[in-house]
Every structure is written in C-alpha cells, then in structure tokens.
C-alpha cells in the first residue's frame, strides 16, 4: 500500500522561501513522476511540476523561475522549494504520485494529505 | 496550456437519480497515434485529496463502483453517476493529461435534492 506523507512550514511571511518534503513509504520510485501539486478556492488545481526518477523535473512555466523540486532516492523522498512567496501562493499543497505511460506523465493515483501553506505579513 | 471547462458548476440530484457532468478541453485530448483520450476524473471529498475515478476518458480505476461511467471524445466529456449514493457528495474534476502542464477544470459540485 503507498503511502504519501508530507510536511514543511505551514507560514510564511512574503518573499521567504517555501519548503515542503514528501516521502514515500510502500513503493518503488521507478516509473513514476513525483508531483507536486496545490490547490486554492479561486484558482483550483494547479500543477505545480514534477520530478520523474532519473531526477529530471518539468515545472509548469507560470511557476518555473521560482521552483525547484528535487528527489533522494536514498531516503524515498521529494522536495519541493518555492522561492518569493506572497499571498497569491496561499493554497494546500499536494505531494502526489503521477503514474507513466510512454515516458509521460499521465494521471495521478495517489495523493499526500496536503499542507494548508498560508503566506501573510 | 490546455483550459478544461466544466459545466454545470453545482448540481443537486435526488438519491438514485442520474448525474452528469460536462468537461470541455480548449483543444483535443485525443492522440492520433493511439485513439487514446488523454483525460481523466477525479473525486474530492471535503478535507481529502482528490482520487482517481477513470482515466482513459471512460476506464475506471480499480475499485470505482461501476455507477460511475465516462464518456466522450476529442474535446468534449462526459462524467455520468447513473444512481447517486450519499457517498457520491463531492466535488468532481476533470483533467487532462495530453500535455504539460497538466490542468484541471474548476470542478463541479454534486449535492443531493
């Protein structure tokens, strides 16, 4: 059984930087893209990127200049770091298992339980 | 970026009675090279992550109840629960897969009458 389970800071004050981890217990990293993915009431579901398990990421372009997400395959883990947060960055963030099919990435099977992120002065 | 649509917002349906769910894609969906729909359904339940229903446009992950169908081609989409259960009270998605950045649609909102 795969299991997702995350943490990081839950508040941020503007321009710091955001830093979530996710690890992954009951599973093989191979073939899959480690995603990361937030979720607000005005913008909804946003794909934030992904990171497949040669370690190569692909990040959405509205969010490409300040992300990074990255893999320790040692510990079973995924990061993710958004840098110059403000308000507009408010959301619950999901680490999330995106499954493969010929080299892409295709739906999403499993879910962490999210992290409600609240940036305010 | 590819913009998913859904309609209607909200619904509210009696018990055992039919929910649809309409999901349009700004462009197709559809791979030319494997007559695949690159688009899927989700489920979210107040204070949980969303969960796979069907992917494929109409192929259910293991474990949906069979009530839950999907149909639909190109850019147009169909999520139908043909008798709804109390347990169906959520919001649903669509997205799609055809390309990055994967989207979403805004979700619709399903209630009981």
């Known amino acids: 059984q795969v299991q997702l389970q995350q943490w990081g800071a839950g508040l941020l004050k503007p321009s710091e930087t955001l830093s979530l981890t996710c690890a992954v217990y009951?599973?093989?990293?191979?073939?899959?893209?480690w995603t990361w993915i937030r979720q607000t009431p005005g913008k909804g579901l946003e794909w934030i990127g992904e990171i497949n398990d040669g370690g190569s990421p692909n990040y959405n372009p509205s969010l490409k200049s300040r992300v990074t997400i990255s893999l320790d395959t040692s510990k079973n883990q995924f990061s993710l770091k958004l840098k110059s947060v403000t308000a507009a960055d408010t959301a619950m963030y999901y680490c999330?298992?995106?499954?493969?099919?010929?080299?892409?990435?295709?739906?999403?099977?499993?879910w962490g339980q999210g992290t409600l992120v609240l940036v305010s002065s | 970026d590819i913009v998913m649509t859904q309609s209607p917002d909200s619904l509210a349906v009696s018990l055992g009675e039919r929910a649809t769910i309409n999901c349009k894609s700004s462009?197709?969906?559809?791979?030319?090279?494997?007559?695949?729909?690159?688009l899927a359904w989700y489920q979210q339940k107040p204070g949980q992550p969303p969960k796979l229903l069907l992917y494929?446009?109409?192929t259910r992950e293991s474990g949906v109840p069979d009530r839950f169908s999907g149909s639909g081609s190109g850019t147009d989409f169909t999520l139908t629960i043909s008798s709804l259960q109390t347990e169906d009270v959520a919001v649903y998605y669509c997205?799609?897969?055809?390309?990055?950045?994967?989207?979403f649609g805004g979700g619709t909102k399903v209630e009981i009458k």
């Open positions: 009951g599973g093989s990293f191979s073939y899959y893209f």
């Open positions: 462009q197709t969906v559809l791979s030319i090279y494997n007559n695949k729909n690159y």
């Open positions: 494929w446009a109409s």
């Open positions: 997205q799609q897969y055809y390309s990055t950045p994967l989207t």
């Open positions: 999330a298992r995106g499954l493969m099919d010929t080299g892409k990435v295709t739906t999403i099977d499993h």
